[in-house]
């Protein structure tokens, strides 16, 4: 349909495209939900089992009865819930696509409000992802809260 925004994994749109199709896809969407898990509990617990976590609560808060959950390369392990997990969901499934996006705006979104406050390390253009810039903001200031102790590309985290 002409004029219509093409929703597919968001690493594969630019910003303003997710950003357009996040605000219609939370317009159109019978429900979604968006879990925040932050890096102390990251570091706790490790990426895979906080990912693991994050998913289970959103696969019990949206659950419908006599639907299939789909997600991306996660085995969620809920008993009560159909799910189908597939490596690369995100770019077969619409609902996948659509998670990938509202998330990643959201997340985009909260990097962009704690940049202002804590302007030393670049958040509203890196948003927190390894480039160049923020690996050197690192070596030149240290870590700060949202940066996490367990990612190991950067040699100046302990």
């Known amino acids: 349909m002409p004029g219509e925004l093409a929703i597919r994994d968001s690493k594969e749109m630019t910003a303003r495209s997710r950003e357009r199709a996040s605000v219609r896809i939370r317009e159109r969407a019978d429900a979604w939900s968006v879990v925040e898990v932050w890096p102390p509990s990251i570091d706790r617990v490790g990426i895979v089992p906080a990912t693991r976590l994050a998913m289970r609560v959103v696969a019990r808060d949206l659950f419908v009865p006599g639907t299939v959950t789909v997600v991306d390369a996660m085995e969620l392990d809920l008993e009560e819930i159909a799910i189908v997990s597939e490596v690369k969901a995100d770019s077969r ?18 990097m962009r409000r704690l ?44």
């Open 93 to 110: 499934y619409f609902c996948v696509a659509a998670a990938s996006v509202v998330a990643k705006v959201h997340r985009d979104e909260i």
């Open 115 to 158: 940049a202002g406050r804590h302007p030393l390390w670049g958040w509203e253009r890196n948003k927190g992802y390894g480039t160049r810039e923020h690996r050197e903001a690192l070596q030149k200031h240290g870590p700060g809260f949202l940066h996490r102790r367990s990612f190991g590309w950067s040699p100046v985290l302990p």
